[in-house]
């Protein structure tokens, strides 16, 4: 069973176009954290997220904790084909300092 | 700051070889971790130190499987009698305690056995 779960598992858009990525938990975490990583190399880190309903903004990307930390969901606006990617969100238990990552979303951008 | 490297890139062996693995952290990063990630998947937690002491395992680590960090510097992870099943990127991150959450990734090593 997997603690946290991703939607959708690949998503493939237009450029210029909007998405939406959830990650879902019925656990609480007291952080999360957003990476995206290419293939055949490491996640790179997007954002950390630590407070209930903080939203955070790197350009295009949108990023928002649930109110009970419970969720997160990264909004693209006008998706590029650099976007295209494993987006990888990953939670942290206040008992422990690991990882425990959601299985990802492979998101296309066509040109 | 040159970030997290491992090495080697790749590595193909043959089942019941050993294999080890080298992860250099970020300079200054006192904790480092290990992570497993097959395809299609997120990555997995396998252990983590902080400086030189191994304080969480998890059980996907069996007895085949052991990581060090003698001096609290680099950390080196081996894999003892190799099995297919062990085929999979195996991922370092680091991170300084007191910035506490964010944790940075190397490039993994991808292992294949054959």
């Known amino acids: 069973t997997q603690l946290l779960e991703q939607s959708p598992q690949f998503l493939s858009i237009q450029e ?7 990650c879902n938990s019925s656990s609480v975490f007291s952080s999360l954290q ?3 990583q290419e293939p055949g190399e490491g996640p790179v880190l997007l954002v950390t997220v630590v407070t ?32 295209t990617g494993l987006y990888l969100c990953a939670g942290r238990m206040d008992s422990s300092y690991k990882l425990i990552f959601g299985s990802g979303t492979r998101l296309l951008v066509r040109p | 700051d040159t970030g997290v490297s491992q090495n080697p890139r790749h590595k193909i062996t043959k089942r019941g070889q050993n294999v080890t693995f080298r992860c250099d952290p970020i300079s200054e990063h006192n904790r480092l971790y290990w992570y497993r990630q097959t395809l299609g998947q997120g990555p997995e937690f396998l252990t ?8 969480e395992k998890s059980r996907l680590l069996s007895d085949r499987f052991s990581a060090e960090r003698p001096k609290g510097s680099f950390s080196t992870l081996e894999i003892q009698r190799t099995e297919q099943g ?15 959450y964010e944790q940075y990734f190397g490039p993994g090593t991808r292992l294949t056995v054959t």
């Open chain 1, 16 to 22: 210029g176009e909007n998405l939406t990525v959830y």
């Open chain 1, 34 to 36: 957003w990476y995206r």
């Open chain 1, 52 to 83: 209930g309903g903080e939203v955070k903004k790197l350009k295009r990307l949108t990023f928002q904790f649930g109110d009970a930390r419970k969720d997160s969901s990264l909004h693209i606006t006008a998706a590029q084909t650099g976007d």
């Open chain 2, 48 to 55: 983590y130190f902080q400086n030189e002491a191994q304080l």
């Open chain 2, 86 to 100: 062990d085929s999979a990127m195996y991922l370092c991150a680091s991170s300084f305690q007191v910035q506490g």
